[in-house]
């Protein structure tokens, strides 16, 4: 199970009664960002997590999203449930958002659910 908060003023107001009228279980990775969302680690680690072929500013949580999505997952956005808080830091690059765009893309049109350059790299085996 893949659970998104969403961002914005708006968003900030926490209720169970508005929540359960409002959220609501899709397979889109449109919306995600990585500031806000959580996975089982068993899910993480079965899609290979993170794909560290991204360089700079991209859609790596998206992507990222779209393998635990081809790969069983369900994804629900927990409207007014998560408060997120956001820490101030410099944007990354974008000079390589073509390049990491194309990952995204082929994550989602070949339907990927396993990427090789990923978490597995950083745990004993």
Not at 22 to 47: G, H
Not at 63 to 71: A, H, K, S
Not at 76 to 94: D, F, G, T
Request: charged residues 20%; proline residues 2%; aromatic residues 12%.
């Amino acid at each position: 199970m893949l659970f998104a908060a969403q961002s914005g003023h708006k968003n900030a107001i926490r209720s169970n009664v508005l929540s359960h009228y409002l959220s609501k279980t899709n397979q889109n990775a449109d919306s995600v960002f990585s500031c806000n969302f959580s996975f089982w680690r068993q899910d993480a680690i079965n899609v290979n997590g993170f794909n560290c072929d991204f360089v700079g500013w991209g859609a790596e949580d998206k992507e990222f999203c779209v393998r635990l999505i081809n790969g069983g997952a369900s994804k629900k956005q927990l409207k007014h449930l998560a408060v997120c808080y956001h820490l101030y830091h410099p944007e990354l690059s974008r000079k390589m958002a073509q390049v990491n765009q194309q990952i995204y893309d082929d994550a989602i049109s070949k339907k990927l659910t396993y990427c090789r350059n990923g978490i597995k790299k950083y745990i004993p085996s």
